[in-house]
C-alpha cells in the first residue's frame, strides 16, 4: 500500500458522506448484511457499523454536504454541524454551551462550512435507519459502548443508581461511545504525517477540558497544511472512533489491529457469574464468559466483585486475550505474546478408560485421524457419506491454534480474532480446595467408612488438598473444555472429547465460512467422589447440541508446572459415554455393562452424581436429553427419540448398570420426551441417595426410587402432570426443561419438589408467544406399592387442580408481591403453583433450578422474559422471586401491623443472575453479577433492587452447606 503512486484528489469528505449514505440503505438480508436466520429477510437493528478511512488526511475535491439522511426527530432535514446544538435520536441534548463537551465544538480560525469533522459528526449524531425503529420510538437497540467511566475533569461524579449516560462528563468523553441509535463509527488512519497540534495526553485534556489555549483548528480548504490533518483526527473522535498514524507497514498492521480490538471490546457476555468463594470479600473475584457472533469468537474473563453489591468493577485477565496475544480491550493490554499452538496441553481419548492421549495429529487413533481427514462441505449423516480431503493434520494444528491456515488458500479454515472458541452455555466453574463436607460417617462395612477407619478418610483429603492449585473449567465451541489457572488465566490443559471427533462435529467447525458448529457447550459438574479405594475430585460433563455424550475426568490434581507434558495427563480422561459403541465395547446397545446406550440424545446439562444402595456404588445420572428440531442427525427420526429414560452408569468404569423407562411406570403418560436433569435426594440420612426426581419437555415429573439393593427392583412413578385437570391445555405447553429442587414441606414433614415449567433451548424458544408457564411446589408421597404404599399409588399422577394457587401482582416499577388467589383451595391440597402470567411480561418462563435457602425453607425462583426472535432484542429481562418452599407464599413478617408481600422483582441485565452469594460477616445475600445496568448501560429501576435485596435478606447464609442433608430437618 504504501509503494502504490498517488495521484489526482483526496475526497475524503465526499467519500464519507458516500460512506455514512450507504448505511442509510434498507437493502434487506445478503451476505453483506446479514442476519441471523438469512432466510427471514430481516437486518439486525442492533448492527454496529464501522468505517476505516486511510488517507494522508489532506483531503479536497470539494465539500459538499451530505444528501439529506431519513427523517430525524428534531426533523432536521440537513448537516449536523458541530457549532450548533441540537437533540440526539435518544432524547438528550447537544448543547454547545456544556462544559463537558468543548472537545467538539472550540474552534480557532476561519469558519468553513462543512468540516470533514462536521461530515462524521452528522452520520454519528443522525439515526441512520429511523425504520428500525417506526413502530416502537424508544427501541433503539445498538448496544452503549462506555469503557471509560471516569469524572476527574469535571468533578460531578455519577450517582448511585443511576444511568452513567446521564452524566455529561461520560456522554461526552471521546473514549465511551453512548449511542443506541443507527450510526457511524469511524477509525481514520493518516500515513504518519503530523498535524498542527501535538498528538499528546496533555494537549487532548487540555482539550476536552475546552478552558486554556488549545482549539480545533478549521482547516482552509485549498491547501494541504497540518489544520486539514487535525480535522482528521478531530473526526474520528467526534464520531467516538480513533485515529491512528502509520509511518510503515508494520505501524499499518498494529493501527490495524488496534481498530479491530476496538471494534470487538463492544461484545456481552452470555454467562451467568461464577465466584471464588461463596462468602464476598474485598478479595473475591467472579468468572464469566461470553462470545462474539461476528465470528464466533469467545473469552472468560476474571473480574473484580464489589464487596457491597456483587457487581462486577473491573477485569484482572481475560483467558483468550492470554491464548491469542495482541491487543486485549477487556483488559486494555497491547502486544501480548500468543501462546506457542506447540506448547499447549491438549489431551484427548478413544472414549475408553484409561486412554488418554495427546491431541496431536500422530498420537490420535486411526479411527480419530478418518473423522478428522475430511471435507467438512461434503460430510452427509443422512446418507452416510463424506469425502477424505488429505488437511487432517493441518486440521489439527489449526484446532491447537496455529493460524496459518486462516489466512492460506489451501487448506483455508475458519478465520478466527481468537483462539478461544465461543463460551455460549459452558458457564465457568471454580475449583479449588475440596468443599463436599462429608463428615466420614458413613455406614460399617461401607468402603468410604473402611477407609475412614483405615485412615484415608476425607477429612484427611481436605486436609491433603487444601492448597490445591485454583482452576477455572470452562467448555466451549472449539471443541474443547479448557482448565484455566484461577489467578493469571493462563490455560493449564484441555481436553477435546471423543465424541465430537466422533460425530465430525469438530471437523465442521474448522469449515472456511462456515458459520457456527456447537461442540462442547455446556456447565461442567464438579463433585468429590470415592473411587476405586480413593477419595477424588471428578468432573462430569454434557455436550448440549455437540453431541450425544457424556466425559469424566480426574481434576484430582490440575497441572501447576509449566514443563507438564501431555502424556503425564494420561490418566485424567476416565471414560466417555455416548450413543455409540467406542473401541472395545462388546456391550449390547443400551444393556448392563455396556458404554454406549442409542437411546441417549443431546444432552442438554443432563448429568448428575449419586452415591446409591446397590454395591455402595457412585453413579452418574445422565438424562436420556433431546433430539432438538436443529439436529441434523438421522437418529433424530427413530423411535428412541420418542421415549424417555434415566441411565444410571457406574462413575468408577462408565458402564451402564440400568436404563430406566419412564414407559414402565404404573401411571400411563400421555407422552414422555426430553428428560430434564435429575436431582437426587436422600430421605433415610445414610448416606445413600434413595430418589431421583427429573421432569421433561412433555411436562410430566417422573420419581425413580433407586433405594433397591438390585437394579432389578429399581421403579419409577409419574408423580404430576402439568397438562389437564385444570393445567396446561396439552401436551408439552408447559416443559420441565431443569432440573428441580427438593426442599421441606413443614407441615407433613415430607419433601416438596420445586421446579418451574418453559424452556430457553433452541431458536424456536426466543418468541414471546408460548402458552402461559408456572412455577410448582409437588408433594412426595413416596414409592408407588400396592400393598405397602396405597397412598402414593392414589395420589399419583398429582391433577394441577389439586394445587394451592398463589397469585403474582407486578407494580408499575415492577416490584413482584405475591399473595393467595382467590381460586378455591382444595379439599386435599397436594402442593402449589404461581402462574407466570403477569400481562406485561409475555412470555416468561423458568429460567433455572430454583436455588435453595435451607435453614429458612425458602427458595429463590429464577425467570426469563425473552422479547421475541429478533437477536438484537434478546432475552434481558429476569425474574426473581424468594418464596416459601412449603406452600409458595411470600415471607410476612408477624411483627408487622400490614406486612409486605413483596417477592422480588424482574431486571435487565447484561447477563443471567448468577447464584446468591453472602457478604462477609453473615447476614445479607447479594446475587454475583446483577448489576445496576441494563444490556444496553441504563439503570435498572432501584425500587427492583431494592425489592430483590430484601427479598434476600430474609434468606439464611448459604456458604456452609454440605452434601448430603436430612430433607425434613
Keep these: 500500500m504504501f509503494n502504490i503512486p498517488a495521484n489526482n484528489g483526496t475526497p475524503n469528505v465526499a467519500a464519507s458522506v458516500r460512506t455514512g449514505n450507504y448505511f442509510t440503505n434498507a437493502t434487506g438480508a445478503s451476505d453483506t448484511n446479514p442476519y441471523w436466520d438469512r432466510d427471514l429477510n430481516r437486518e439486525l437493528s442492533c448492527r454496529q457499523n464501522f468505517h476505516i478511512n ?15 439522511v431519513r427523517a430525524v426527530p428534531t426533523g432536521d432535514q440537513g448537516l449536523r454541524y458541530l457549532d450548533t446544538g441540537l437533540t440526539l435520536p435518544d432524547g438528550r441534548d447537544y448543547d454547545t454551551g456544556d462544559a463537558e463537551n468543548k472537545f467538539f465544538n472550540r474552534f480557532s480560525g476561519t469558519q468553513i462550512e462543512p468540516t470533514l469533522a462536521d461530515v462524521m459528526f452528522h452520520y454519528w449524531a443522525s439515526d441512520l435507519r429511523p425504520d428500525f425503529t417506526a413502530n416502537d420510538a424508544t427501541k433503539l437497540k445498538v448496544p452503549a459502548f462506555i469503557p471509560d467511566r471516569s469524572t476527574n475533569l469535571f468533578g460531578t461524579a455519577v450517582a448511585p443508581g443511576t444511568d452513567a449516560r446521564d452524566n455529561k462528563e461520560i456522554y461526552w468523553n471521546p473514549a465511551n461511545d453512548p449511542a443506541t441509535w443507527s450510526h457511524l463509527v469511524n477509525f481514520n488512519i493518516s500515513f504518519g504525517l503530523d498535524g498542527t497540534l501535538p498528538q499528546t495526553p496533555g494537549i487532548y485534556t487540555a482539550l476536552r477540558e475546552g478552558t486554556g489555549t488549545w482549539k480545533w483548528p478549521y482547516p482552509v480548504v485549498d491547501s494541504d497544511d497540518g489544520r486539514k490533518l487535525d480535522d482528521f483526527w478531530h473526526a474520528a473522535l467526534v464520531s467516538r472512533g480513533r485515529f491512528l498514524s502509520a509511518k510503515n507497514p508494520e505501524e499499518l498492521i498494529t493501527a490495524l489491529q488496534e481498530i479491530i480490538a476496538s471494534i470487538i471490546a463492544r461484545r456481552g457476555a452470555s454467562t451467568a457469574v461464577s465466584v471464588s468463594l461463596p462468602i464476598i470479600t474485598d478479595g473475591t473475584t467472579g468468572y464469566t464468559a461470553g462470545y462474539d457472533t461476528t465470528d464466533w469468537s469467545g473469552f472468560v474473563t476474571r473480574n ?150 483405615a485412615g484415608n478418610s476425607y477429612a484427611a483429603y481436605q486436609v491433603d488438598n487444601r492448597a490445591r492449585a485454583p482452576t477455572v473449567y470452562v467448555a466451549s465451541n472449539d471443541g474443547m473444555l479448557h482448565a484455566f489457572d484461577g489467578a493469571n488465566g493462563k490455560e493449564r490443559f484441555a481436553y477435546v472429547p471423543n465424541t465430537v471427533i466422533e ?197 410430566n415429573l417422573w420419581r425413580f426410587d433407586l433405594s433397591g439393593a438390585s437394579p432389578s427392583d429399581w421403579k419409577v412413578d409419574l408423580m404430576f402432570k402439568t397438562y389437564g385437570a385444570g393445567g396446561a391445555a396439552a401436551v408439552g405447553d408447559q416443559p420441565i426443561a431443569s432440573a428441580p429442587t427438593v426442599m421441606a414441606d413443614s407441615t407433613r414433614r415430607e419433601p416438596i419438589i420445586v421446579f418451574g415449567t418453559g424452556k430457553f433451548i433452541g431458536l424456536p424458544d426466543r418468541s414471546a408467544a408460548i402458552p402461559q408457564q408456572s412455577f410448582y411446589g409437588i408433594e412426595d408421597y413416596g414409592t408407588c406399592d400396592a400393598v405397602n404404599n396405597v397412598t402414593a399409588c392414589a395420589a399419583y399422577p398429582i391433577k394441577p387442580n389439586e394445587l394451592i394457587v398463589q397469585k403474582i401482582t407486578q407494580a408499575g416499577n415492577a416490584v413482584r408481591t405475591v399473595t393467595a388467589s382467590t381460586e378455591p383451595v382444595p379439599t386435599t391440597p397436594r402442593g402449589w403453583r404461581i402462574r407466570l ?83 462477609r460477616g453473615g447476614g445479607n445475600v447479594v446475587i454475583a453479577g ?38 425434613l430437618r
Design 54 to 68: 486511510m488517507s494522508d488526511g489532506f483531503w479536497n475535491s470539494g465539500n459538499p454536504a451530505p444528501t439529506p
Design 304 to 453: 473484580r466483585l464489589d464487596p457491597l453489591t456483587g457487581e462486577r468493577i473491573g477485569v484482572i485477565w481475560d483467558a483468550a486475550c492470554i491464548l491469542t496475544g495482541g491487543s486485549c480491550p477487556s483488559t486494555a493490554q497491547t502486544g501480548l505474546t500468543p501462546r506457542d499452538p506447540d506448547s499447549r496441553v491438549l489431551i484427548t481419548s478413544s472414549g475408553t478408560p484409561g486412554t488418554g492421549t495427546p491431541f496431536r495429529w500422530s498420537s490420535l487413533t486411526t479411527a480419530q485421524q478418518a473423522r478428522l481427514n475430511v471435507d467438512p462441505t461434503s460430510i452427509r449423516l443422512d446418507l452416510g457419506t463424506w469425502t477424505a480431503d488429505a488437511y487432517g493434520s493441518q486440521r489439527v494444528q489449526y484446532l491447537r491454534g496455529d493460524r496459518t491456515n486462516e489466512t492460506t488458500a489451501t487448506p483455508r479454515f475458519r478465520q478466527r480474532s481468537s483462539v478461544l472458541g465461543a463460551v455460549i452455555r459452558g458457564q465457568p466453574v471454580y475449583v479449588s480446595s475440596p468443599t463436599a463436607g462429608f463428615p466420614d460417617t458413613f455406614p460399617i462395612g461401607s468402603p468410604e467408612r473402611t477407609a475412614s477407619d
Design 837 to 919: 402470567n403477569v400481562p406485561v411480561e409475555p412470555g416468561e418462563r423458568s429460567l433455572d433450578s430454583p436455588f435453595p435457602f435451607y435453614s429458612s425453607n425458602q427458595v429463590l425462583l429464577r425467570s426469563i422474559i425473552p422479547k421475541g426472535v429478533d437477536p438484537c432484542d434478546p432475552g434481558a429481562r429476569y425474574g426473581l422471586m424468594v418464596v416459601n418452599a412449603a406452600d409458595g407464599s411470600a415471607y410476612v413478617d408477624p411483627t408487622e401491623s400490614s406486612p409486605a408481600r413483596i417477592v422480588g422483582g424482574v431486571v435487565a441485565s447484561s447477563t443471567p443472575p448468577g447464584d446468591p452469594i453472602t457478604l
Design 503 to 699: 460425530n465430525f462435529r469438530l471437523t465442521r467447525s474448522t469449515q472456511f465460512e462456515g458459520g457456527f458448529t456447537p461442540t462442547a457447550d455446556d456447565k461442567p459438574l464438579v463433585s468429590d467422589v470415592f473411587l476405586n479405594s480413593e477419595w477424588k475430585t471428578v468432573l462430569l460433563s454434557s455436550l448440549r447440541l455437540g453431541g450425544r455424550g457424556v466425559y469424566l475426568l480426574d481434576i484430582t490434581n490440575p497441572p501447576t508446572s509449566a514443563s507438564t507434558t501431555e502424556n503425564d495427563l494420561a490418566a485424567v480422561p476416565l471414560w466417555e459415554f455416548s450413543n455409540v459403541a467406542p473401541p472395545g465395547d462388546l456391550g449390547a446397545d443400551c444393556a448392563a455393562g455396556s458404554r454406549h446406550c442409542s437411546s441417549l440424545g443431546y444432552t442438554y446439562e443432563s448429568v448428575n452424581i449419586a452415591r446409591i444402595n446397590y454395591g455402595h456404588k457412585w453413579v452418574a445420572l445422565v438424562s436420556s436429553g433431546y433430539f432438538p428440531t436443529e439436529s441434523t442427525d438421522p437418529a433424530s427420526l427413530s423411535s428412541k427419540a420418542n421415549q424417555t429414560s434415566l441411565l444410571v452408569i457406574d462413575l468408577a468404569t462408565g458402564q451402564l448398570i440400568r436404563e430406566i423407562l419412564t414407559s414402565s411406570a404404573p401411571q400411563a403418560a400421555t407422552q414422555s420426551f426430553g428428560l430434564s436433569q435429575a436431582i437426587v435426594m436422600d430421605i433415610s440420612t445414610d448416606f445413600i441417595d434413595d430418589v431421583a426426581i427429573a421432569g421433561d419437555l412433555a411436562g
Design 930 to 967: 446483577l448489576t445496576e445496568r441494563d444490556g444496553t448501560g441504563g439503570v435498572v429501576n432501584q425500587a427492583v433492587i431494592n425489592a430483590i435485596t430484601e427479598s434476600l435478606s430474609r434468606a439464611d447464609d448459604i456458604w456452609h452447606r454440605g452434601a448430603w442433608r436430612d430433607v
